[in-house]
């Protein structure tokens, strides 16, 4: 049996004069996904992409692969056969038996978009319906509310026969909107905003602040792990992990233990903004929700976000911790989210943090340092590597 996978026009979250250009990076990001997978031939025709495995294709693993592309809002594993009557009903008949073994009711819708093929639609689907009519004579009829549809479509390279679709990850092609750079910690809301983010068809870099001997090698390597869950959806994904110890010792020693939080949030993006500008990121990205802790307040964030010039999503910042919480499950993230390392942030909390920082007081808390000279060295500092998608799951 030839079985292929059809992401069709409609299924492809693709808009107006863009069309184009999203769907060849939709292609070309399918092409290196799902090279794990072994050989196949991925083409767009009709407005559709066909991807027709060679030989030994691991296609089970090539539709986990599809269902976790960005800008597939549904597809259809479908079996490919020959322009005639009686290959098209011999196919459905392979094809369906398990399905049709188990259920009572079922409908063919058949289309025809190669006009030259003889038998028009309704003719096309009673002659399939009945063949699958006599192979499996329990089964009954019903149009208007099947248990099971099956379709069959008459194109230019062959005729397809499928089941319903299968719902894809939605969202717009990762590449498509630009890139940006992600805050990420080793918690359970950053790998979420920065899945959130690449639905929305951005690139990511990413930008993790570590503070050797405070914080372990394991941390790091949590980050690493967590980067390559989210690369499942967002693909390879450049990391850079910048040495943060001077830079909070400098804040400790030096400035009011309450304005701690703050004026060290403040330093995360003036550093990761030198980092996303070399990397031509237009914007930054963070896992803040507000209310969840105290620099998370509006006025917390007015205070941060007076030091960046690039605009800063927050796609969690409406969000309950139970909708990131499954969202990180979903994404299979959480289980290496809350694996037990201090994360920097953790490591000189406040007793008591002001809930409403004042910009004045803070800039003035802030003066004695030597801001420019802490943060070109920790940025100049920051070790890099590219972070591919993990490859089993
Ligand atoms: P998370 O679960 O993402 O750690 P959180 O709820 O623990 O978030 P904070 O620790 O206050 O909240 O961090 C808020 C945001 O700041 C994080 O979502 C992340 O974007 C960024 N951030 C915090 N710590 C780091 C870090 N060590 N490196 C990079 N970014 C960080
Ligand atoms: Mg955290």
Redesign the pocket.
């Known amino acids: 049996m030839n079985e292929i996978i059809l992401i069709k026009n409609g299924e492809m979250a693709l808009k107006g004069l863009n069309r184009a250009s999203f769907e060849d990076t939709l292609i070309r990001t399918l092409r290196k996904s799902l090279r794990v997978c072994g050989q196949a031939v991925i083409r767009k025709a009709q407005s559709t992409i066909y991807i027709e495995p060679q030989e030994n294709f691991d296609f089970e693993r090539a539709c986990e692969l599809v269902s976790k592309t960005f800008g597939i809002a549904g597809f259809s594993r479908a079996a490919m056969c020959e322009k005639s009557l009686q290959s098209i009903q011999e196919t459905a008949c392979v094809y369906f038996e398990s399905v049709l073994s188990g259920t009572k009711t079922f409908k063919v819708e058949a289309k025809r978009s190669d006009k030259q093929f003889p038998l028009k639609s309704p003719e096309l689907a009673a002659e399939v319906g009945g063949a699958l009519l006599s192979r499996f004579p329990h089964l009954k009829v019903d149009v208007k509310q099947p248990e099971v549809t099956v379709y069959v479509e008459i194109r230019d390279f062959g005729a397809y026969v499928h089941g319903a679709q299968i719902k894809g990850a939605g969202g717009i092609p990762v590449g498509t909107g630009g890139r940006a750079a ?9 790998p979420v ?1 920065a899945w959130m983010m690449a639905k929305r068809g951005i690139q990511l870099t990413a ?4 503070s050797p001997p405070y914080t372990s090698q394991l941390a790091e390597l949590k980050v690493k792990d967590l980067l390559r869950k989210v690369g499942v959806y967002a693909g390879t994904i450049a990391l850079f992990t910048v040495p943060f110890t001077e830079i909070q010792e400098a804040i400790s020693e030096q400035c009011p233990e309450e304005f701690f939080t703050v004026i060290m ?1 403040r330093f ?1 993006m003036r550093v990761s903004q030198k980092i996303a500008k070399k990397r031509d990121c237009g914007a930054l990205i ?4 507000l209310g ?2 105290a ?2 307040t509006i006025g917390a964030i007015r205070c941060t976000d007076q030091v960046c010039e690039l605009p800063v999503f927050r796609p969690l910042i409406g969000m309950d911790k139970e909708e990131i919480v499954s969202i990180s499950r979903k994404i299979d993230t959480f289980d290496i ?1 809350i694996r037990p390392y201090e ?3 953790t490591v000189f909390t406040p007793r008591h943090p002001r809930t409403r920082p004042h910009l004045h007081d803070i800039e003035q808390a802030e003066s004695v340092l030597n801001i420019e000279e802490l943060v070109e060295r920790a940025a100049s500092g920051a070790a890099f590597e590219l972070i591919e998608q993990e490859e089993s799951f």
């Open positions: 992600i805050l990420i910690s080793g918690g359970i809301d950053s905003a930008v993790h602040f570590a949030r995360m963070t896992g803040e929700s969840q802790v620099s998370q989210s994360d920097c942030c």
